[in-house]
């Protein structure tokens, strides 16, 4: 098992233990984060659901961000990981959010940050957000990475 395999499977079992739910809402991740989740067996106890909002629109449309939040916090920062975790938790009713937004590869976003760069952020019982810089162009690489640093993200929160 992969180490993504091996901490989403040690955070399904912290959520099921704990009677916990999670939802995601991801972007330059592109659904990995939901997929490691979903992987393991029993999901359904903890998975909420999620979405992969690339845009503007879909981060309304779909987990309901109020523009006025999306004005106030600008893509691939932590705070508006953070509004993007408390918005997709809040839209499936689960006790947990992610929220990840970024920049996957092989060019950055078009507010400056670099390819590699994502923001992070867990909403819930405990609230955490952090930033991620793997350094790298490479698409895939960068996406795996923030899908493995959002769910070590959950289970420091988790654990704590």
Known sequence: M????????????????????????????????????????????YFKGGGTVYTGDAKRILIDVPAAQMETHRPATEAHALDLARAAAARLDADWGIGETGAAGPTGNRYGDPAGHSALGVWGPKELAAIVNTGAEDRYHNMVAFAAAAINLLKRCLED
């Open 2 to 45: 992969s180490d993504i395999g091996t901490m989403a499977n040690e955070v399904g079992a912290l959520l099921k233990a704990r009677g916990e739910t999670i939802a995601i809402a991801e972007s330059s991740a592109g659904g990995l984060i939901a997929a490691a989740l979903l992987a393991v067996p029993g999901a359904s106890a």
